[in-house]
């Protein structure tokens, strides 16, 4: 519809587009798709070729199905390519997946019976082998003894000669201790002079020959050098050279530098120093290097370094040879002891060595004796082992054949089984993964029929699968399934297969979850693991789900619409890339990781969303709405845990311990399987992994023995458990009474938290009793009733017995007390087919015959239509009672029907009498009390309110709680300044959040009203009320909304709030007394407080009783109130106050003054239409009448059922109304009885058009489609209609004369029914050519076409046309026949009696009539009027002489009496009668003769409405006529009676 709007608000999309029209895939299509994808999976050509066609079957019967599922339920679901796609991609992955744990886990039980076989099979053999061993090792045993005796005693000897020579070592080891001590001492001393030789010998390195020869070369050398050069001349013992003193002594002196520079000059003079016997010095040398040298200042290197550099490293040599010498004197005597030590030690040595070698060869014989016996005594020990390990091993197969024995066959089974299983995926796998890609979004009965479709198809085309397919057996893994059930998922099969879906689809889950249930198991399951919440509304999404996709946190998005934001599209589609090496998702701008432990699911608390394809494709859509065995399982765990807490937690704990038991059995087994599956080799040679396996098996047989108590215990409690049963089923039908009425008004929402509440308070409320049939009777009608009083404080008065018949209705076919096919009949009447059966009877309608004939087809009633005929006089007396759900049906169906079945033949002769029976039916099944609903009661919806629920008031047109609001805010002491109210539009938003914020931190009261005005704020409004919380929020606060039904209203609030309607009360009965409870009469002060007790008491019943009357007028339709006028409280309340007034303050009560005010102001005041004004007025004389309180019994019908009571208290009024019928007869509001009839007929389709609204409707077979229709129904109606008149022509034929205005309004019906015909012409032609795709079909085409279907007139044609309310057929048989009444006028002149009813504008005519005769007598116009006379029933041929004849009315509630020729009472069940012609005459207004008569206003319609002319009158009145009566006028304005120009049919 949208995109049809879109093209129509820009023509050039399709006037300058080419349109390229996608169709459905065609079958060969869906079958190329499915070879080319499956062409790689593993299967026979046969069983692949097989599957293809199931791929595409899945793809067609989804499609049908969805058809169906919108027909029945109005659901939505669309099948595309990509479901298809999907269903392949799925099926492939689900598959190889499913193969391989198969394949794995059949080969782990295969591994480990084979090792259980190879274990058996060694037995025997290893037996055999322990008895060859044993002699062996017996001879082994002997030799290894034999040589132990020979070792001993070599051994002996080898240990005496150890002995002496251990002591000889000893001693040497002395004697070597004595000399290392000696050389230690020396090494010591030496340490000291060592280093600074050490270090001259380096210095004597840095030398080279080229240095020397410098100093050699020297001529003149310095006295340093000298110096050094001596003192090396005499440590080498080179002598001086005597020479003159050169100072001219004439002595002799020895001079050293000659010698020096010969010694310079041998080639291996460094080599000489390098070495140089430093040991062996002669003392004297010594001394004199002492004495000369090193003590002689000058020889110090550093000095010398200053001549020579080259001689420093001869002069650090001189003084550390020096040094060492003196060392080197002190050590010489330590030395010689040492050589001395060290030769004793050398001889000892010696001795030792040859003693050594003795021992050594001693000991190599005993080691060769060692080593043959730890030979002997290895192979001894090997055969100790061999028998050891056969003995283990004998030991363990024992173990695991005794341990896991029990296991083989079970094993062995299961081997077998999943064999088969293997072979049955092809088709399991194939129907799970066409539940996974088609049937999420359908309720539990649609997915259940279409798989048990697919597996019969699976079996016919040889596909292998399981006998009876189970999506929990394919994929479900029990473990997994335990978890989600104790996390929250409900234990139905439906919601186990919703979370295998889950956790099998390739796109993210959208849960259709009215209930929470989903919500709530997310939660659950995914809190350990830091799921986040979040919200479309709230400002920081898109930061919390980047976060989220980073670190793979899970998110819940929850409360989503029917669209979903665009930003998420990359994430459902899961548009990944790599980037940088890691995985990236690109989310509106940002381009961030993508972790592979991310999860995504979404909520919609939509009951019945409609997501597009669009959507729909990119999404894995779930249907999570509850089921009957999953409400009935939570239901029982709600009431056990209140009437037997200790069961209930048993219960609980065992189902924990139950799942734990069976995790740890399942761990174990795998365990055991995997140690079987990895030990290599033989499993008897692996004593860990036996060892495992016992300890494991052990552990096994614990935790079996330990579930088998707790299952039994479990029995135990269950069968405790299920005495509760029967209250969880009927209260679970209860809630699916309620679930359904939103498609009633989108306002009738209620949550399964809200009803569980309630459930609860009834578990604590009612009545107990230790007999628990008792107890459970008492909770079942506590329970029943409380639902129906909460629940019907939430609904409109015209549903009220809707959800009474409801809840019985449910109840009963809960107890197979109602048969189904019964139930469509009583709403629907059967589909109707032309009925060949000739109507017995003139006084049975045709309808009525039709219903009966078809109500024969059911088994119950086979033989009533043939049998109808024999008992006709019977059957006229059920016909013609007053009450005939009363009356006794012909014996033979009164003994054989039940009184629900007795409904359906009152529904096929007396559907006006249904609703009554219907009490009566609610009264026999359920009480009294579920037909009289709780009068609104603001302080009881109060007390059930609290902080965080807001209270909403559901509006009605007319109803404004405002009033009694203020006032209880009053009594609560909340007005004033504690209460703050604001109208919600365009810009109020900010106001109210403000006004909430204070109302929250203070305390005060919060009125926001006219919600529906302010659709753009309720999700502001939706997201308030969910982040209310009783921390954070004043006890005191209170939250109240108004709001006319709408379906914008947020379904959270809705669910969670405390709903109330405010409008009057159905039934006159429960309108009065709503008057007494209602403020200020129920204030005990204010109706004690009139001075003029008795007046006051009998005129206020008075009023509430017409307050009552005139409101319940409504009901009759245009016989009410030609306007149905909103009358409300404020009314009475301002007319109850001016009564206590004016008795106050007058003497006599001033009753005109009190009509005045009450009927022309306070209730007056509302009324736009002078004919309901003169009702008005005439109905309140009735009631503040002085009659009133001049008799002491004033009746207000003339039955005296409905009187004014005597005077007494207010209780005793109160008491008076309540013993009143419920459903009162016309007679008290001035009605015949037939009044009853339309009215109890519209009350009878109303409610049998809302029960279906809450009935899954039957897909009907297909018919005609919607364009041929089309195309019939304009070419019949274009080939009958006729061509316009030519206006031109009729003018020239009927010219405008003075003496006959009659051409004049000829003339302009022509041109105003000219009109009509282009626009019906034009339209259909235009519809024909849209049909084919011509011309677009505009809005108002459409409107055409649609108007057509449903079989009413459409809009354009109304606009031109003359008011009428008949269907279209009749509409066009009526337009055909006005237009031959004037084509016949045309043509043979104007006609003796007019047919009033064919004029457009009527007004038009009568004024030609009197402009005739004004003409004709000369008297202004503005002085006439008609005189009317009521002729006989006969043909005129004749016209009057003035004035003229007209025919073609109609009495509408009332008849015209032929004999008596007066205005009658009706006959019953006839509700218009043909009045015969009637004459008006043209008089002056003067001389009109009076006479009794009743003053009928005539109408076009029966609607007695329309648009409000300039004359004050509508458009729909044309006139007032004065009708020959004998009843007084205020009769028949009671009854509603006046005269129609054309009935509805």
Same mark, same amino acid.
């Given at each position: 519809?949208?995109?049809?709007?879109?093209?129509?608000?820009?023509?050039?999309?399709?006037? @300058?587009?080419?349109?390229?029209?996608?169709?459905?895939?065609?079958?060969?299509?869906?079958?190329?798709?499915?070879?080319?994808?499956?062409?790689?999976?593993?299967?026979?050509?046969?069983?692949?070729?097989?599957?293809?066609?199931?791929?595409?079957?899945?793809?067609?019967?989804?499609?049908?199905?969805?058809?169906?599922?919108?027909?029945?339920?109005?659901?939505?679901?669309?099948?595309?390519?990509?479901?298809?796609?999907?269903?392949?991609? &799925?099926?492939?992955?689900?598959?190889?997946?499913?193969?391989?744990?198969?394949?794995?886990?059949?080969?782990?039980?295969?591994? !480990?019976?084979?090792?259980?076989?190879?274990?058996?099979?060694?037995?025997?053999?290893?037996?055999?082998?322990?008895?060859?061993?044993?002699?062996?090792?017996?001879?082994?045993?002997?030799?290894?003894?034999?040589?132990?005796?020979?070792?001993?005693?070599?051994?002996?000897?080898?240990?005496?000669?150890?002995?002496?020579?251990?002591?000889?070592?000893?001693?040497?080891?002395?004697?070597?201790?004595?000399?290392?001590?000696?050389? =230690?001492?020396?090494?010591?001393?030496?340490?000291?002079?060592?280093?600074?030789?050490?270090?001259?010998?380096?210095?004597?390195?840095?030398?080279?020959?080229?240095?020397?020869?410098?100093?050699?070369?020297?001529?003149?050398?310095?006295?340093?050098?000298?110096?050094?050069?001596?003192?090396?001349?005499?440590?080498?013992?080179?002598?001086?050279?005597?020479?003159?003193?050169?100072?001219?002594?004439?002595?002799?002196?020895? =001079?050293?530098?000659?010698?020096?520079?010969?010694?310079?000059?041998?080639?291996?003079?460094?080599?000489?120093?390098?070495?140089?016997?430093?040991?062996?010095?002669?003392?004297?040398?010594?001394?004199?290097?002492?004495?000369?040298?090193?003590?002689?200042?000058?020889?110090?290197?550093?000095?010398?370094?200053?001549?020579?550099?080259?001689?420093?490293?001869?002069?650090?040599?001189?003084?550390?040879?020096?040094?060492?010498?003196?060392?080197?004197?002190?050590?010489?005597?330590?030395?010689?002891?040492?050589?001395?030590?060290?030769?004793?030690?050398?001889?000892?040595?010696?001795?030792?060595?040859?003693?050594?070698?003795?021992?050594?060869?001693?000991?190599?014989?005993?080691?060769?004796?060692?080593?043959?016996?730890?030979?002997?005594?290895?192979?001894?020990?090997?055969?100790?082992?061999?028998?050891?390990?056969?003995?283990?091993?004998?030991?363990?197969?024992?173990?695991?054949?005794?341990?896991?024995?029990?296991?083989? #066959?079970?094993?062995?089974?299961?081997?077998?089984?999943?064999?088969?299983?293997?072979?049955?995926?092809?088709?399991?796998?194939?129907?799970?993964?066409?539940?996974?890609?088609? +049937?999420?979004?359908?309720?539990?009965?649609?997915?259940?029929?279409?798989?048990?479709?697919?597996?019969?198809? @699976?079996?016919?085309?040889?596909?292998?699968?399981?006998?009876?397919?189970?999506?929990? *057996?394919?994929?479900?893994?029990?473990?997994?399934?335990?978890?989600?059930?104790?996390?929250?998922?409900?234990?139905?099969?439906?919601?186990?297969?919703?979370?295998?879906?889950?956790?099998?689809?390739?796109?993210?889950? +959208?849960?259709?979850?009215?209930?929470?249930?989903?919500?709530?198991?997310?939660?659950?399951?995914?809190?350990?693991?830091?799921?986040?919440?979040?919200?479309? &509304?709230?400002? #920081?999404?898109?930061?919390?789900?980047?976060?989220?996709?980073?670190?793979?946190?899970?998110?819940?998005?929850?409360?989503?619409?029917?669209?979903?934001?665009?930003?998420?599209?990359? /994430?459902?589609?899961?548009?990944?890339?790599?980037?940088?090496?890691?995985?990236?998702?690109?989310?509106?701008?940002?381009?961030?990781?993508?972790?592979?432990?991310?999860? %995504?699911?979404?909520?919609?608390?939509?009951?019945?969303?409609?997501?597009?394809?669009?959507?729909?494709?990119?999404?894995?859509?779930?249907?999570?709405?509850?089921?009957?065995?999953?409400?009935?399982?939570?239901?029982?765990?709600?009431?056990?845990?209140?009437?037997?807490?200790?069961?209930?937690?048993?219960?609980?704990?065992?189902?924990?311990?139950?799942?734990?038991?069976?995790?740890?059995?399942?761990?174990?087994?795998?365990?055991?399987?995997?140690?079987?599956?990895?030990?290599? !080799?033989?499993?008897?040679?692996?004593?860990?992994?036996?060892?495992?396996?016992?300890?494991?098996?052990?552990?096994?047989?614990?935790?079996?023995?330990?579930?088998?108590?707790?299952?039994?215990?479990?029995?135990?409690?269950?069968?405790?458990?299920?005495?509760?049963?029967?209250?969880?089923?009927?209260?679970?039908?209860?809630?699916?009474?309620?679930?359904?009425?939103?498609?009633?008004?989108?306002?009738?929402?209620?949550?399964?938290?809200?009803?569980?509440?309630?459930?609860?308070?009834?578990?604590?409320?009612?009545?107990?009793?230790?007999?628990?049939? +008792?107890?459970?009777?008492?909770?079942?009608?506590?329970?029943?009733?409380?639902?129906?009083?909460?629940?019907?404080?939430?609904?409109?008065?015209?549903?009220?017995?809707?959800?009474?018949?409801?809840?019985?209705?449910?109840?009963?076919?809960?107890?197979?007390?109602?048969?189904?096919?019964?139930?469509?009949?009583?709403?629907?009447?059967?589909?109707?087919?032309?009925?060949?059966?000739?109507?017995?009877?003139?006084?049975?309608?045709?309808?009525?015959?039709?219903?009966?004939?078809?109500?024969?087809?059911?088994?119950?009633?086979?033989?009533?239509?043939?049998?109808?005929?024999?008992?006709?006089?019977?059957?006229?007396?059920?016909?013609?009672?007053?009450?005939?759900?009363?009356?006794?049906?012909?014996?033979?169906?009164?003994?054989?029907?039940?009184?629900?079945?007795?409904?359906?033949?009152?529904?096929?002769?007396?559907?006006?009498?249904?609703?009554?029976?219907?009490?009566?039916?609610?009264?026999?099944?359920?009480?009294?009390?579920?037909?009289?609903?709780?009068?609104?009661?603001?302080? $009881?919806?109060?007390?059930?309110?609290?902080?965080?629920?807001?209270?909403?008031?559901?509006?009605?047109?007319?109803? =404004?709680?405002?009033?009694?609001?203020?006032?209880?805010?009053?009594?609560?002491?909340?007005?004033?300044?504690?209460?703050?109210?604001?109208?919600?539009?365009?810009?109020?938003?900010?106001?109210?959040?403000?006004?909430?914020?204070?109302?929250?931190?203070?305390?005060?009261?919060?009125?926001?009203?006219?919600?529906?005005?302010?659709?753009?704020?309720?999700?502001?409004?939706? $997201?308030?009320?969910?982040?209310?919380?009783?921390?954070?929020?004043?006890?005191?606060?209170?939250?109240?909304?108004?709001?006319?039904?709408?379906?914008?209203?947020?379904?959270?609030?809705?669910?969670?709030?405390?709903?109330?309607?405010?409008?009057?009360?159905?039934?006159?009965?429960?309108?009065?007394?709503?008057?007494?409870?209602?403020?200020?009469?129920?204030?005990?002060?204010?109706?004690?407080?009139?001075?003029?007790?008795?007046?006051?008491?009998?005129?206020?019943?008075?009023?509430?009783?017409?307050?009552?009357?005139?409101?319940?007028?409504?009901?009759?339709?245009?016989?009410?109130?030609?306007?149905?006028?909103?009358?409300?409280?404020?009314?009475?309340?301002?007319?109850?106050?001016?009564?206590?007034?004016?008795?106050?303050?007058?003497?006599?009560?001033?009753?005109?003054? /009190?009509?005045?005010?009450?009927?022309? @102001?306070?209730?007056?005041?509302?009324?736009?239409?002078?004919?309901?004004?003169?009702?008005?007025?005439?109905?309140?004389?009735?009631?503040?009448?002085?009659?009133?309180?001049?008799?002491?019994?004033?009746?207000?019908?003339?039955?005296?059922?409905?009187?004014?009571?005597?005077?007494?208290?207010?209780?005793?009024?109160?008491?008076?109304?309540?013993?009143?019928?419920?459903?009162?007869?016309?007679?008290?509001?001035?009605?015949?009885?037939?009044?009853?009839?339309?009215?109890?007929?519209?009350? *009878?389709?109303?409610?049998?058009?809302?029960?279906?609204?809450?009935?899954?409707?039957?897909?009907?077979?297909?018919?005609?489609?919607?364009?041929?229709?089309?195309?019939?129904?304009?070419?019949?109606?274009?080939?009958?209609?006729?061509?316009?008149?030519?206006?031109?022509?009729?003018?020239?034929?009927?010219?405008?004369?003075?003496?006959?205005?009659?051409?004049?309004?000829?003339?302009?019906?022509?041109?105003?029914?000219?009109?009509?015909?282009?626009?019906?012409?034009?339209? /259909?032609?235009?519809?024909?050519?849209?049909?084919?795709?011509?011309?677009?079909?505009?809005?108002?085409?459409?409107?055409?076409?649609?108007?057509?279907?449903?079989?009413?007139?459409?809009?354009?044609?109304?606009?031109?046309?003359?008011?009428?309310?008949?269907?279209?057929?009749?509409?066009?048989?009526?337009?055909? &026949?006005?237009?031959?009444?004037?084509?016949?006028? %045309?043509?043979?002149?104007?006609?003796?009696?007019?047919?009033?009813?064919?004029?457009?504008?009527?007004?038009?005519?009568?004024?030609?009539?009197?402009?005739?005769?004004?003409?004709?007598?000369?008297?202004?116009?503005?002085?006439?009027?008609?005189?009317?006379?009521?002729?006989?029933?006969?043909?005129?041929?004749?016209?009057?002489?003035?004035?003229?004849?007209?025919?073609?009315?109609?009495? #509408?509630?009332?008849?015209? #009496?032929?004999?008596?020729?007066?205005?009658?009472?009706?006959?019953?069940?006839?509700?218009?009668?043909?009045?015969?012609?009637?004459?008006?005459?043209?008089?002056?207004?003067?001389?009109?003769?009076?006479?009794?008569?009743?003053?009928?206003?005539?109408?076009? &319609?029966?609607?007695?409405?329309?648009?409000?002319?300039?004359?004050?009158?509508?458009?729909?009145?044309?006139?007032?006529?004065?009708?020959?009566?004998?009843?007084?006028?205020?009769?028949?304005?009671?009854?509603?009676?006046?005269?129609?120009?054309?009935?509805?049919?």
């Amino acid at each position: 519809d949208t995109f049809r709007t879109r093209l129509r608000m820009f023509p050039s999309l399709v006037n @300058c587009c080419t349109i390229d029209w996608f169709q459905s895939w065609p079958d060969d299509a869906l079958t190329i798709v499915a070879r080319r994808f499956l062409d790689d999976v593993e299967l026979d050509d046969k069983v692949k070729e097989g599957c293809v066609q199931m791929c595409k079957e899945f793809h067609q019967t989804t499609r049908k199905l969805s058809a169906k599922f919108r027909t029945v339920l109005q659901r939505h679901n669309y099948v595309t390519p990509t479901s298809y796609l999907e269903l392949i991609s &799925t099926y492939k992955t689900l598959l190889a997946k499913k193969r391989s744990e198969v394949q794995k886990l059949k080969k782990r039980y295969e591994v !480990g019976l084979e090792k259980l076989k190879s274990a058996s099979d060694q037995v025997a053999g290893m037996q055999i082998e322990l008895e060859k061993l044993q002699p062996q090792l017996k001879q082994s045993s002997e030799q290894v003894a034999e040589m132990m005796v020979v070792i001993n005693k070599e051994s002996k000897d080898v240990a005496e000669q150890e002995k002496v020579v251990k002591a000889d070592e000893a001693v040497a080891n002395q004697q070597a201790m004595a000399a290392k001590a000696i050389k =230690d001492e020396c090494d010591a001393d030496l340490a000291v002079a060592l280093p600074i030789l050490e270090s001259a010998l380096s210095a004597l390195n840095t030398l080279t020959a080229n240095d020397i020869t410098m100093v050699k070369a020297m001529k003149a050398p310095p006295a340093g050098v000298k110096l050094v050069m001596e003192a090396i001349c005499i440590l080498k013992g080179i002598k001086s050279d005597r020479i003159p003193d050169p100072s001219g002594s004439g002595k002799k002196i020895e =001079d050293y530098w000659g010698p020096s520079k010969r010694m310079l000059g041998d080639m291996q003079f460094l080599k000489s120093l390098k070495e140089f016997d430093k040991d062996n010095i002669q003392a004297a040398m010594i001394a004199k290097i002492r004495s000369s040298y090193t003590n002689n200042p000058e020889f110090d290197p550093v000095k010398i370094r200053t001549a020579s550099t080259a001689v420093e490293g001869l002069c650090k040599w001189v003084c550390a040879i020096e040094k060492y010498e003196e060392v080197a004197r002190v050590v010489a005597p330590k030395k010689a002891r040492l050589k001395e030590a060290e030769g004793e030690l050398a001889v000892a040595m010696k001795s030792l060595e040859i003693k050594r070698a003795s021992l050594k060869e001693v000991q190599d014989k005993l080691a060769k004796l060692q080593a043959q016996f730890d030979e002997n005594n290895r192979k001894k020990l090997q055969l100790e082992h061999d028998v050891d390990l056969c003995s283990k091993k004998l030991s363990r197969a024992e173990k695991l054949i005794g341990g896991l024995g029990g296991e083989k #066959d079970r094993w062995s089974k299961a081997a077998a089984e999943l064999g088969l299983q293997y072979n049955n995926l092809t088709g399991d796998v194939l129907i799970s993964a066409g539940v996974v890609a088609y +049937l999420g979004a359908f309720t539990s009965a649609y997915r259940q029929e279409q798989t048990l479709e697919w597996s019969k198809l @699976c079996k016919t085309r040889a596909i292998p699968c399981s006998p009876a397919f189970s999506l929990n *057996t394919t994929l479900g893994e029990p473990v997994k399934v335990r978890e989600w059930n104790i996390a929250g998922l409900p234990t139905d099969s439906f919601s186990i297969e919703n979370g295998i879906v889950i956790s099998n689809a390739r796109r993210w889950p +959208l849960m259709i979850d009215p209930q929470g249930q989903a919500n709530k198991w997310v939660k659950n399951m995914e809190k350990a693991k830091n799921l986040h919440v979040i919200k479309l &509304t709230d400002s #920081d999404f898109v930061r919390t789900l980047e976060n989220c996709i980073q670190f793979g946190t899970p998110v819940l998005l929850e409360n989503i619409g029917e669209e979903l934001d665009p930003i998420l599209e990359p /994430l459902l589609l899961k548009q990944t890339f790599k980037q940088g090496g890691s995985i990236c998702i690109k989310l509106g701008d940002s381009t961030i990781e993508y972790s592979k432990d991310f999860r %995504f699911y979404m909520t919609t608390k939509l009951r019945n969303p409609h997501y597009l394809p669009e959507t729909s494709v990119k999404v894995t859509l779930l249907n999570f709405m509850i089921t009957t065995e999953g409400l009935q399982d939570q239901l029982l765990g709600i009431v056990v845990a209140r009437e037997r807490p200790e069961l209930e937690e048993e219960k609980n704990q065992l189902i924990l311990q139950s799942s734990e038991n069976k995790r740890a059995l399942k761990e174990i087994e795998d365990k055991i399987l995997e140690v079987l599956s990895s030990s290599e !080799g033989n499993i008897l040679e692996d004593e860990t992994a036996i060892e495992v396996l016992s300890s494991s098996k052990v552990l096994s047989n614990e935790i079996t023995e330990k579930q088998a108590i707790a299952e039994a215990t479990e029995e135990k409690i269950d069968k405790a458990r299920l005495g509760y049963q029967p209250i969880a089923i009927h209260s679970s039908v209860l809630f699916f009474s309620i679930a359904d009425l939103a498609n009633i008004e989108p306002m009738y929402q209620y949550s399964l938290s809200w009803f569980v509440n309630l459930f609860i308070n009834s578990i604590d409320n009612s009545e107990k009793s230790d007999n628990l049939e +008792l107890r459970l009777t008492s909770l079942q009608n506590h329970f029943t009733y409380s639902l129906y009083c909460n629940v019907c404080r939430s609904l409109f008065e015209k549903d009220k017995l809707l959800f009474s018949l409801l809840l019985c209705i449910n109840l009963l076919k809960h107890r197979k007390e109602i048969n189904e096919d019964e139930w469509k009949f009583l709403l629907t009447g059967g589909i109707g087919l032309d009925n060949p059966n000739p109507n017995p009877a003139s006084w049975i309608p045709e309808k009525s015959w039709n219903e009966l004939c078809r109500l024969d087809d059911l088994p119950c009633f086979s033989g009533v239509k043939s049998k109808f005929k024999r008992d006709l006089v019977d059957w006229k007396v059920f016909y013609d009672s007053t009450e005939p759900h009363h009356e006794k049906l012909p014996p033979e169906w009164e003994k054989k029907l039940s009184i629900f079945q007795k409904m359906l033949v009152l529904r096929c002769l007396r559907p006006d009498k249904i609703v009554p029976m219907i009490q009566d039916f609610v009264v026999a099944k359920l009480g009294k009390q579920f037909i009289e609903p709780p009068p609104f009661n603001l302080a $009881k919806a109060f007390e059930d309110s609290q902080c965080c629920a807001p209270l909403i008031f559901v509006l009605s047109p007319g109803g =404004d709680p405002m009033a009694a609001l203020l006032k209880f805010a009053d009594d609560r002491g909340f007005g004033g300044a504690k209460l703050s109210s604001l109208s919600l539009g365009q810009g109020q938003g900010p106001i109210a959040m403000r006004m909430i914020e204070s109302g929250q931190k203070e305390g005060t009261w919060v009125v926001l009203q006219n919600c529906h005005l302010a659709v753009s704020w309720m999700p502001t409004l939706e $997201k308030i009320c969910e982040e209310l919380n009783p921390d954070a929020t004043h006890p005191e606060f209170r939250m109240w909304l108004t709001s006319y039904p709408s379906p914008h209203f947020p379904v959270s609030v809705l669910q969670n709030g405390v709903k109330m309607t405010n409008e009057p009360p159905k039934g006159l009965k429960a309108n009065i007394i709503r008057s007494y409870l209602g403020d200020p009469i129920s204030d005990p002060e204010f109706f004690g407080a009139c001075k003029k007790p008795r007046e006051w008491k009998r005129l206020l019943f008075s009023l509430c009783f017409f307050h009552a009357v005139i409101q319940e007028r409504r009901k009759f339709g245009p016989l009410g109130w030609n306007i149905p006028y909103e009358y409300n409280e404020t009314d009475l309340r301002i007319s109850v106050r001016q009564l206590q007034m004016f008795l106050d303050e007058y003497e006599v009560v001033p009753f005109a003054a /009190l009509r005045y005010l009450t009927g022309q @102001c306070n209730y007056g005041g509302r009324v736009t239409d002078d004919w309901d004004r003169r009702a008005l007025t005439c109905i309140l004389n009735k009631f503040y009448n002085p009659e009133l309180i001049e008799k002491d019994q004033y009746n207000y019908s003339a039955s005296g059922v409905y009187i004014c009571p005597p005077d007494g208290d207010y209780d005793r009024y109160l008491e008076y109304v309540r013993s009143l019928p419920i459903n009162p007869h016309p007679e008290v509001f001035g009605m015949h009885a037939n009044a009853d009839i339309t009215k109890d007929q519209q009350e *009878t389709n109303q409610l049998f058009d809302s029960i279906l609204l809450t009935q899954a409707r039957s897909s009907s077979g297909t018919g005609k489609s919607n364009d041929e229709i089309l195309e019939e129904v304009a070419s019949d109606i274009l080939t009958r209609l006729p061509s316009t008149f030519d206006t031109e022509f009729a003018l020239r034929k009927y010219p405008t004369a003075y003496n006959q205005s009659m051409n004049t309004v000829l003339v302009q019906e022509m041109v105003r029914y000219n009109r009509l015909i282009q626009v019906v012409n034009s339209s /259909l032609v235009s519809i024909r050519k849209a049909i084919k795709g011509l011309v677009v079909m505009s809005a108002e085409l459409e409107e055409v076409s649609d108007s057509i279907l449903k079989g009413k007139i459409p809009a354009m044609w109304k606009k031109r046309s003359y008011p009428s309310l008949k269907p279209l057929g009749s509409y066009v048989n009526d337009l055909l &026949t006005r237009l031959k009444f004037l084509q016949d006028w %045309f043509d043979r002149g104007p006609p003796s009696v007019y047919w009033v009813s064919g004029f457009f504008f009527t007004q038009a005519f009568l004024t030609g009539a009197q402009q005739n005769y004004a003409r004709k007598y000369r008297i202004p116009i503005d002085l006439l009027g008609f005189d009317f006379d009521v002729l006989e029933d006969k043909e005129y041929r004749k016209d009057p002489d003035d004035g003229v004849y007209i025919k073609g009315l109609y009495v #509408d509630g009332a008849r015209w #009496d032929r004999k008596t020729k007066l205005l009658a009472e009706s006959n019953p069940k006839v509700l218009t009668d043909p009045m015969p012609v009637i004459w008006l005459k043209p008089c002056k207004r003067d001389d009109i003769p009076n006479r009794q008569t009743y003053l009928a206003p005539i109408y076009k &319609t029966s609607d007695r409405r329309g648009t409000l002319s300039t004359t004050g009158h509508s458009t729909n009145f044309v006139i007032g006529m004065k009708i020959p009566t004998d009843k007084p006028e205020q009769h028949w304005i009671q009854e509603g009676v006046a005269l129609l120009c054309q009935l509805d049919d």
